[in-house]
């Protein structure tokens, strides 16, 4: 049996609403018109996964990063992958010290709480495996050496779906540690002058004081792991990760990781939106953005145009949705 967490009361969810909510409002005024990007964004951040952003250059990806390790008082690392970053280039590397005549780790940029992979799928297959490790062990080996990272440790990675030539497809196993991936897209032409006064003479994300402490976070991601979710909402979550797997246009469905990325990313919506347990809703509105990055399609149903978002879409009007 798997360990019970003590129920958070009204009042802890009360007010770990409010600083969320308070963090979602000031993200949103400098990535405009984007709130639901945003909330997802502090989903995966609560849910102590990590995020893949694919889109194309310009819409905000780098700041909404940026905006976020700001507004929690984070240590903020970005790293521009590019075809020669050696995976030392990420990890850090053992060097020799000529003074005291011995060997010290030397930390890379992946020692942070927010950490930017710019543009991942420009750097080789081996160099995209050394952030596997620190993505799901929260530590990295160096020379037969673990190192562990920061408690707080969040990747937000970025690629640009358009540009093909010089790129290197994340594989399946990088993919799938990624808790969510979504698209920024751009914004309404009201939002995009709204941007265009703003911007004039500085750049709102100068204005951004800490709403939370790194501190405060590692809490709210402990007190999302009491989010409630009863055993008809765990069924259906399972369900639908299994259609997935049963579907005939699908070669490899969504693994038990996505069952449980899908029910944490839950828990953690619950949460920003002030509520004790998780709701049918809250897995339906988050499914396509969990699960459709971890299929992997027949060739001939690629061909035909279906993609994964299509997938999950069949699969969330298949699946009977419990009563609350």
Known sequence: MGKTLAAPSRGEIALAHEKLSRLVAQLGTVILDKDPVIERTVVTLLSRGHLLMEDVPGVGKTMLAKSLARSI????TRIQFTPDLLPADVTGATVYDPVKREFNFQPGPVFTNILLADEINRTSPRTQSSLLEAMEEQQVTVDGISHPLPELFFVIAT?????????????????DRFLLKQAVGYPSAEREVEMLKAQQFEHPIEHLSPILTPEEVLELQALTRKIHVSDPVLSYIVNLVRLTREHPDVQVGASPRGSLALRRAAQALALIRGMEYVIPEHVKELAPFVLAHRLILMSEAELSGVTPELIVEEVLEKAPVPLP
């Open 73 to 76: 008082a984070a240590k903020f």
């Open 159 to 175: 690629q640009n779906p358009i540009e093909q030539q010089g790129t290197y497809p994340l594989p399946e196993a990088q993919l």
